[in-house]
């Protein structure tokens, strides 16, 4: 029975995902989620990219605390929520509150949900960000060391608090790095060392993987969860604006 309804989870989780990144002209997305497989127990982790109908970018990544089929279920209930609310009106802080209220409504008041959102411009790479409690983007630039995005993240959902948006821009060349905790936080090292890792990890890697979304995801993944046993689900979005280099074209 423990076999089956972890099997369902995944099966709902994976379902509610999208089947593959639309394809954007001025940007290169790619996307990686791993379920745990230790204990036979997955999270709420999950992804999104859509259009929206001015022709902007939505993006976001998210996380349900708690196991199986709940988790699974809670995760649709807020990713589908989400679609719909940004289809109405996609500025983050709007989404976010309407988040509160669905979340205040629907969902357990001990359920923990976090999530990121942004509304990006692919031609401009000018957007507006809002955060959740969830943690923050890794940002990469070239010419520069990595960082963490330093806006303030708010209150979970369910945990309404007035919502705030940032600008979040993207020049030419730079990549945004969005993930769950279980790419930073396991049983050995907790949260503030695990940013720590990621940022540095992200500052050693190769300099062409700049220019190759899905190679730096990889290189992400193989370097912060060597020698460590995955005991919560990874999810991992990297979203990249191509320089203006006319004698380079190819970006994975």
Known sequence: MYEREHNAAVTLQRSLLPDKLPDVPGLALDARYLPVTRNMEIGGDWYDVFR??????AVTVGDVMGKGLQAAAGM???????????LTDPRPA??????????????????????????????TGEGQAGNAGHLPTLLLTPGALPVLDQAE???PLGWPSPRKQHAFRL????????????????RVRGLDAGLDELVSIAAGAPEDLQDAPGRLLQYLLDHMLAGHEQDDDVTVLVMHVPGHDPGHESYE
């Open 52 to 57: 929206l109908p001015d022709r902007r970018l």
């Open 76 to 86: 649709g209930r807020v990713r589908n929520a989400l679609r719909a609310l940004a």
């Open 94 to 123: 709007a989404v976010l509150s309407g988040l509160d209220r669905l979340f205040s409504a629907t969902e357990l008041e001990e359920q923990v949900t976090t999530v990121t959102y942004l509304v990006i411009d692919p031609e």
């Open 153 to 155: 993240a708010g209150t």
């Open 171 to 186: 020049p030419p060349g730079s990549t945004a790095v969005f993930y769950s905790d279980g790419l930073v936080e396991n």
